[in-house]
């Protein structure tokens, strides 16, 4: 269908495909979460349909009791943040397709209430690889090229507070090499979807330990000179194509359990974490770590901070025990 568009003086102008134009709407609309979220929404969704449909209820629209039925149907199997995720990808479906759904009615709105009193709210976070943890870590890197690859992106995602999809999504031409280290360019991330971009530097320490040495000590040894930072590596210590965010899981596990941890506390988010807990215990601003963190919520970076500051004094000491 196509509308014709009177100019401000009146004149008729070329003619505009609403059909064309809804379609450009919708996929802004859809373009305005990020692809993880998109992945996770149409997943909810998907499992929402097939449960409706295994019941006989209608998925679309869905009345408020279905929902809340499907919320209690999946209390055990489902955790509180996924249920609430669940909630939101039911809630946007509808809205996206024209139908209202209200998640304050009360067969949603006190099922979940009731589930947060029973199952409570806290949520099981990966074990934050602090200092300490780190070096543990890295000392079951040797010399072959894959420990050289693990080495450098441990150190470079602690460094830089770096979330899983930032780091495997760098290029060489996002990691400036001066003097004074590394200047690492996030062109997109969880907290800048419009991609205006953000800067972050990590400093040479000249330890044993410095992020910009062994970042140097990768890209040499895999003669990386374009394309993604870190890639696979073969077992024969052939380089492979990108990595994607499971794997860095994955090496970060396994690292753990060489070093005699417990892999499975670990993801791909400790070194983050681990990141802003050790720099707590350094006594180090809450401003300053967040400027590297790059959090978009206090609340989350200040739980890391209460972490650190944990046993800053000994009170059990300090009282005489």
Same mark, same amino acid.
């Given at each position: 269908m196509t509308a014709v568009t009177p100019s401000i003086t009146g004149a008729v102008t070329t003619p505009v495909d609403l059909a064309a134009v809804a379609d450009r709407a919708a996929d802004l609309a859809e373009g305005a979460r990020a692809e993880a979220t998109r992945r996770a929404y149409r997943s909810d969704w998907k499992h929402f349909e097939e449960w409706c449909a295994s019941h006989g209820f209608a998925a679309l629209p869905a009345t408020p009791e279905t929902v809340g039925l499907y919320v209690v149907a999946h209390e055990n199997q489902l955790s509180m943040a996924t249920l609430t995720r669940r909630l939101s990808s039911i809630a946007t479906a509808h809205r996206m397709a024209g139908h209202p759904m209200d998640t304050r009615h009360p067969a949603v709105r006190d099922v979940m209430r009731g589930?947060?009193?029973?199952? *409570?709210?806290?949520?099981?976070?990966?074990?934050?690889?602090?200092?300490?943890?780190?070096?543990?870590?890295?000392?079951t890197c040797a010399g072959k090229l894959i420990d050289l690859r693990d080495r450098a992106l441990l150190l470079v995602a602690f460094a830089a507070a770096l979330r899983r999809s930032e780091l495997v999504a760098l290029t060489v031409d996002d990691v400036a090499l001066v003097p004074e280290g590394l200047r690492i360019t996030i062109r997109r991330s969880k907290g800048d979807q419009e991609g205006e971009g953000q800067v972050i530097a990590v400093g040479r320490t000249g330890s044993a330990t410095c992020p910009v040495a062994a970042y140097e000590a990768w890209i040499t040894a895999a003669g990386i000179e374009a394309g993604r930072l870190f890639r696979a590596v073969t077992r024969h210590g052939?380089? *492979?194509?990108?990595?994607?965010?499971?794997?860095?899981?994955?090496?970060?596990?396994?690292?753990?359990?060489?070093?005699?941890?417990?892999?499975?506390?670990?993801? *791909?988010?400790?070194?983050?974490?681990?990141?802003?807990?050790?720099?707590?215990?350094? *006594?180090?601003?809450?401003?300053?770590?967040?400027?590297?963190?790059?959090?978009?919520?206090?609340?989350v970076l200040r739980r890391y901070i209460r972490d650190g500051e944990l046993f800053q004094r000994n009170l059990s000491a300090e009282l005489g025990l």
């Open positions: 589930l947060r009193r029973s199952k *409570g709210v806290a949520q099981r976070h990966a074990e934050a690889l602090t200092v300490p943890l780190v070096r543990r870590v890295l000392d052939h380089l *492979g194509s990108k990595l994607s965010t499971n794997a860095v899981a994955r090496i970060v596990q396994r690292r753990a359990a060489l070093a005699g941890l417990d892999a499975q506390a670990f993801s *791909g988010h400790s070194m983050r974490a681990g990141f802003a807990t050790s720099a707590a215990m350094q *006594g180090i601003e809450e401003r300053v770590i967040a400027k590297v963190t790059r959090h978009r919520s206090t609340a």
